[in-house]
T-cell receptor, first 115, second 114 residues
């Protein structure tokens, strides 16, 4: 069964600190892996999208890494800000047959940044 | 450039009724996909429409259906509503097929079934 598992479920850090969120997946074959940020009551916003051949991609203070061999990805947030408090969701796009493009979502990591 | 617009934002329906949700994609985008988000199950893929054709479908019962019009606007219909259908329903639009390109999400429709 194609699955996406994220850890930790929740995380509390102090403003200015760095943190790393993890994503393990079993979706195979996959075409790309995405990280989204979702603020409470709003739709998700794309942070990064990486194909299977990419190892790292940055978007400002957000850096995502991908190891397609071990089926692991991480999202590193540098110098956290209060506005980073949100749910971070890992999403994998299936690349097989007639279900090409079907997205599988992780449960998300809820990040809280305290002043 | 206007973003993805979903209407209505909030909806309360009674068990057994049916409901139609609307999604207007970003101008020029040809793919519209729909998702259900609940606290217990998280985000789940419902289906994707591209050029008025359903391209992909998630693991939801036949009570969930959708369609896409020639202007790429999409509607999702849920018939015979159940209490468990209470959720945030999100749609996203993509320039090309969902699997190939970035998805831009709307604010969602909060459906409450009583």
């Amino acid at each position: 069964k194609n699955q996406v598992e994220q850890s930790p479920q929740s995380l509390i850090i102090l403003e200015g600190k760095n943190c790393t969120l993890q994503c393990n997946y079993t979706v195979s074959p996959f075409s790309n892996l995405r990280w989204y940020k979702q603020d409470t009551g709003r739709g998700p916003v794309s942070l990064t999208i990486m194909t299977f051949s990419e190892n790292t991609k940055s978007n400002g203070r957000y850096t995502a890494t991908l190891d397609a061999d071990t089926k692991q990805s991480s999202l590193h947030i540098t110098a956290s800000q209060l506005s980073d408090s949100a749910s971070y969701i890992c999403v994998v796009s299936f690349a097989g047959g007639t279900s090409y493009g079907k997205l599988t979502f992780g449960q998300g990591t809820i990040l809280t940044v305290h002043p | 450039k206007a973003g993805v617009t979903q209407t209505p934002r909030y909806l309360i329906k009674t068990r057994g009724q049916q409901v139609t949700l609307s999604c207007s994609p970003i101008s020029g985008h040809r793919s519209v996909s729909w998702y259900q988000q609940t606290p217990g199950q998280g985000l789940q893929f419902l289906f994707e429409y591209f050029s008025e054709t359903q391209r992909n479908k998630g693991n939801f019962p036949g009570r969930f259906s959708g369609r896409q019009f020639s202007n790429s606007r999409s509607e999702m219909n849920v018939s015979t509503l159940e209490l468990g259908d209470s959720a945030l329903y999100l749609c996203a639009s993509s320039l090309d097929l969902l699997g190939n390109t970035e998805a831009f999400f709307g604010q969602g429709t909060r459906l409450t079934v009583v």
